[in-house]
């Protein structure tokens, strides 16, 4: 690889948002970014565990704070703007990737259960990126990435709610690219696959190891993701590697939906 083509990938001088950045797929996009140079601000619900994830990232050499963000709190997204825009003072890269899954049939969906799932996956993604567009605007390097899911492709019976939200969320990335690429604000979603975090697997080790199988089974590569492997495809994203890339849903899904 060229000197070009290799610093197209990093993404020094940047500051990268990424919500829901304790664990996970959050937490491995986090320590991503800051190991290609950005800056990065990772949210959790509880401040000092968002400190202490950060903390990890600072060991490891990289620029990392680690702030307080509840998507389920009415408002949260506005004081998360502010902090930003107050504390950090600039933005280039926001990842919208906390989210929350509650499994059910939907002939026994609670109401409650549903506004959870669309005020934390979709109205707070939506609301925090409209509280963050005034900094990003100001960025060279703008945009904004959306993870989404599978399910919001090919809907998955025992989650239907959960992948109802993504979809919204797919679809939202996409007028929101319409909208907002004519003002410099490149916006993607990137669709993992079935990967190994907190959200799917099961705490009991004999049902972990059946589940994974079975996951494993649904896609040609006979395997789930490891976070990493998520996270990489959102650098590529986020970075000028992808300065042609905007409306986009990247799917990493080891072929799930081929
Ligand atoms: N794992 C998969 O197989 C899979 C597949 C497709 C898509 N995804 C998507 O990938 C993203 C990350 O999922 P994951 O598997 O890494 O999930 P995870 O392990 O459950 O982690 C979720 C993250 O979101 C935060 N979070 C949870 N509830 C929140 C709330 N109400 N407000 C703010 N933050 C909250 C958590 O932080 P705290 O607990 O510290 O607050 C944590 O950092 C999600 O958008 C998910 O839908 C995952």
């Given at each position: 690889m060229n000197d070009a083509s290799a610093s197209?990938?990093?993404?020094?001088?940047?500051?990268?948002?990424?919500?829901?950045?304790?664990?996970?797929?959050?937490?491995a996009i986090a320590r991503e970014l800051a190991g290609a140079?950005?800056?990065?601000?990772?949210?959790?619900?509880?401040?000092?565990?968002?400190?202490?994830?950060?903390?990890?990232?600072?060991a490891e050499g990289a620029a990392a704070r680690g702030f307080a963000y509840d998507a389920g709190q009415p408002g949260a997204w506005s004081r998360l703007a502010d902090r930003i825009a107050g504390e950090?003072?600039?933005?280039?890269?926001?990842?919208?990737?906390?989210?929350?899954?509650?499994?059910?049939?939907?002939?026994?969906?609670?109401?409650?259960?549903?506004?959870?799932?669309?005020?934390?996956?979709?109205?707070?993604?939506?609301?925090?990126?409209k509280a963050l567009q005034p900094?990003?605007?100001?960025?060279?390097?703008?945009?904004?990435?959306?993870?989404?899911?599978?399910?919001?492709?090919?809907?998955?019976?025992?989650?239907?709610?959960?992948?109802?939200?993504?979809?919204?969320?797919?679809?939202?990335?996409?007028?929101?690219?319409?909208?907002?690429?004519?003002?410099?604000?490149?916006?993607?979603?990137?669709?993992?696959?079935?990967?190994?975090t907190d959200m799917i697997l099961p705490v009991d080790a004999e049902r972990r190891e059946r589940f994974v199988a079975e996951m494993a089974a649904q896609n040609p590569m006979n395997r789930i993701a490891d976070p990493v492997e998520i996270a990489r495809a959102a650098r590529f994203l986020v970075s000028d590697a992808a300065s042609y890339v905007t409306g986009h849903v990247l799917v990493a899904d080891g072929g799930l939906l081929a």
């Open positions: 197209a990938f990093r993404l020094d001088d940047r500051v990268a948002l990424v919500t829901g950045g304790t664990r996970g797929i959050g937490a140079g950005a800056q990065v601000v990772l949210t959790g619900r509880d401040a000092r565990i968002a400190e202490s994830a950060a903390a990890d990232l600072r950090v003072g600039r933005l280039d890269v926001l990842v919208n990737n906390a989210a929350v899954l509650r499994p059910h049939v939907v002939a026994r969906l609670r109401e409650e259960e549903f506004d959870e799932l669309f005020q934390v996956n979709v109205k707070a993604a939506l609301f925090l990126t900094l990003l605007q100001a960025s060279a390097h703008a945009c904004v990435l959306n993870i989404t899911a599978a399910g919001a492709q090919a809907p998955m019976a025992g989650i239907g709610a959960y992948c109802a939200s993504k979809a919204a969320l797919v679809n939202l990335t996409r007028t929101l690219a319409k909208e907002w690429t004519p003002l410099g604000i490149r916006v993607n979603a990137l669709t993992p696959g079935s990967t190994a």
